[in-house]
């Protein structure tokens, strides 16, 4: 496992997270979740990103009973807040309340002292930006906040948040989480740019589009137990899957010519930027962790570069 900084902060991740997003606590069994974490951490991946929404804090559970006979000082531990957490109309969106109510939570249901990063989880237009920066600056002061981050905001409250902190004197964001990869490259045009600006790196969610990328789907297959054929999910793979088939069958010749799995490929194409900090990957099972994590061995020549743009058709 390599490891990189994450922005302009000092914090070290390993290339490869493990996220928690409808696995822990949700479709996968805790005892599969409990090994593929574990697994993670004795193949070198430090850093284990949840949220408060992920199945209503029982990710957040689970992921502690995974993690707990390891030393906590080698443990990257995020989560995230914003979405509903009840019918309260406070219990939801990036107010001092929420935001300071729900680490303290995230704390409990973890069982740490603190989590190493907190994202916004999503932009709240209805809360000023100066408040919730301000709650996130005194958690870090009072530790239970290493590091404050974000995740799928619009580029210009990227700037925005940038703006605001210096202006306020705050201690700065170092994460921006945000959907990435071969299918959906679109961040590459404003959202990078203004993060590489601000110092934050970039994380990469989705980086196999919801598992289009290993092929799975193709020919309209929707296997059982996939996110396709979850309700909750297949909009999202839909999303993806419109006039995909050629590409994913094209990027599939250009992995096996450069003895790579699909999966190891695309997280590989992530991983070519140095702006991106580290890509996200889920696990159902401890072989499918295990393929994944084999990306993090080295980078794509490029000469498999320029064969991937021409597969894409770019």
Same mark, same amino acid.
């Given at each position: ?113 603190? +989590? ?61 989480? +945000? ?11 404003? +959202? ?52 995909? =088939? ?52 080295? =980078?794509?020549?490029? =000469? ?11």
């Amino acid at each position: 496992m390599r490891y990189r900084k994450i922005g302009a902060s000092g914090l070290a991740v390993s290339e490869i997270a493990l996220g928690s997003w409808l696995t822990y606590g949700g479709s996968v069994a805790e005892d599969t979740a409990i090994a593929c974490a574990r697994r993670a951490f004795e193949l070198g991946v430090n850093y284990f990103d949840t949220a408060d929404a992920y199945a209503k804090g029982e990710a957040e559970r689970v992921l502690a009973k995974a993690l707990a006979p390891f030393p906590r000082h080698h443990l990257v531990i995020a989560t995230k807040a914003f979405w509903p957490q009840s019918d309260d109309p406070n219990d939801r969106g990036l107010s001092r309340k929420h935001v300071i109510e729900s680490v303290e939570r995230s704390l409990r249901r973890l069982q740490t002292d603190y +989590v190493d990063i907190f994202y916004c989880h999503r932009f709240d237009p209805q809360t000023p930006l100066d408040e919730t920066l301000r709650a996130i600056d005194d958690l870090v002061a009072q530790g239970k906040v290493l590091y404050g981050a974000i995740s799928e905001w619009p580029a210009e409250q990227v700037s925005a948040a940038q703006a605001a902190q210096e202006r306020l004197g705050l201690r700065r964001l170092i994460a921006d989480q +945000v959907q990435y990869n071969l299918l959906d490259p679109k961040i590459e045009a404003d +959202v990078l740019p203004r993060a590489r600006a601000a110092g934050m790196g970039i994380v990469a969610f989705s980086p196999l589009a919801q598992g289009v990328l290993t092929g799975k789907y193709l020919g309209g297959q929707r296997p059982a137990g996939s996110r396709g054929a979850d309700e909750r999910t297949a909009r999202m793979v839909a999303d993806y899957l419109e006039g995909s =088939d050629e590409k994913v069958q094209r990027l599939q010749q250009v992995a096996k010519a450069a003895g790579l799995t699909p999966p190891q490929l695309a997280l590989r194409w992530v991983l070519r930027l140095p702006e991106v900090s580290s890509a996200l990957v889920g696990a159902s099972s401890v072989a499918q962790l295990e393929e994944n994590l084999g990306a993090a061995d080295e =980078d794509l020549s490029q =000469d498999v570069l320029r064969q991937v743009q021409e597969a894409l058709g770019s």
